[in-house]
Antibody
């Protein structure tokens, strides 16, 4: 059974740095073609892709947020960490991590965490 | 970056009736291998998104066969042959052809 769970602060102040951890089980980030991504969702709004790290440590970022994001993996701990600097109230939302794997000849986000709500407020 | 555009944004449906959602991409999602890198996800109320369909037409494990995906290039469709109450939620298309991956605005399906 594959599970992912996001953890981190529920509230941060503007200009602070947010650090979120995705702890997963049931798969390994050392397996070829596997990745873990981060996707967020402002309240009542659509999903927004943020970042993705692959098994080979290839890292991809949203261009609009690239200067603020860092994604890292710790394969031995089965964790992926996302940091986002200079937080703003518009960054308020639910942050999801998701397992990316091979699906029927392509890749897909087959498993998602429950999400963690982060509020940015002074 | 590839921009995804869904329609309609709201879809009221009577149980037992069919439903259809359109998704268009700003660039072709068709690769030389013949695959279209288009996924459909459903976010039920209060839940995380779940994979419905990948590569435009392949249903994920456990997804009922009333769900079907079609299309190629820049135009894609998700169809539900006979809507059930449990199908309510927001449907998103997502392109996985290139990063940054990108989602449509979402289509909220509700029961009349």
């Amino acid at each position: 059974q594959i599970t992912l769970k996001e953890s981190g602060p529920t509230q941060v102040k503007p200009t602070q740095t947010l650090t979120l951890t995705c702890t997963f089980s049931g798969f390994s980030l050392s397996t070829s073609a596997v990745g873990v991504g981060w996707i967020r969702q402002p309240p009542g709004k659509a999903l927004e892709w943020l970042a993705l790290v692959y098994w080979d440590d290839d890292k991809r970022y949203s261009p609009s947020l690239k200067n603020r994001l860092t994604i890292t993996k710790d394969t031995s701990k089965n964790q992926v960490v996302l940091t986002m600097t200079n937080m703003d109230p518009v960054d308020t939302g639910t942050y999801y991590c998701a397992h990316r794997r091979l699906c029927s000849g392509g890749s897909c986000y087959s498993d998602w965490g429950q999400g963690t709500l982060v509020t940015v407020s002074s | 970056e590839i921009v995804m555009d869904q329609s309609p944004l709201s879809l009221p449906v009577t149980p037992g009736e069919p439903a259809s959602i359109s998704c268009r991409s700003s660039q072709s999602l068709l690769e030389s291998n013949g695959h279209n890198y288009l996924d459909w996800y459903l976010q039920k109320p209060g839940q995380s998104p779940q994979l419905l369909i990948n590569l435009a037409s392949n249903r994920a494990f456990g997804v009922p066969d009333r769900f079907s995906g079609s299309g190629s290039g820049t135009n894609f469709t998700l169809k539900i042959s006979s809507v059930e109450a449990e199908d309510v939620g927001v449907y998103y298309c997502m392109q996985g052809q290139q990063t940054p991956h990108s989602f449509g605005q979402g289509t909220k399906l509700e029961i009349k």
